[in-house]
């Protein structure tokens, strides 16, 4: 497996780990519909959430937050409502993001709640 991908299931175990901590239930990781994908589905009450993970290994390539891009977003919005639809859910919903940094001396989690509004 190349390097980049072991590092991106690295960082979304680090998260469901992080969520689970915080009191979020997981309900989904790595949900497809078509070519869309949600890295995790999580809830905390009557709130689901869908989350994109980004993690970068050094800063000097910027904020791994910054590199979701407008497409990424269609596709995350579009996997959010084909689950929507899926499971007949029509209660409140939020987009999130989390980054993380793998430094050399530390790992740093940053949760951006709202992300996408």
Do not use: C
Not at 89 to 98: G, L
Not at 102 to 110: G, S
Request: a neutral charge.
């Amino acid at each position: 497996m190349a390097k980049h991908l072991k590092q991106g299931q690295q960082a979304e175990s680090l998260v469901a780990q992080y969520l689970t901590n915080m009191g979020y239930q997981i309900l989904e990781k790595n949900y497809r519909s078509g070519r869309a994908e949600v890295d995790i589905i999580g809830q905390i009450g009557a709130l689901i959430i869908f989350i994109e993970v980004k993690s970068l290994q050094k800063a000097f390539y910027g904020n791994p937050e910054d590199r979701i891009g407008e497409h990424k977003k269609h596709m995350l919005f579009q996997a959010a409502n084909d689950y929507q639809m899926d499971k007949n859910w029509h209660k409140e919903i939020r987009f999130d993001a989390i980054s993380v940094n793998f430094y050399p001396q530390a790992i740093k989690i940053e949760h951006f709640e709202d992300a996408f509004s």
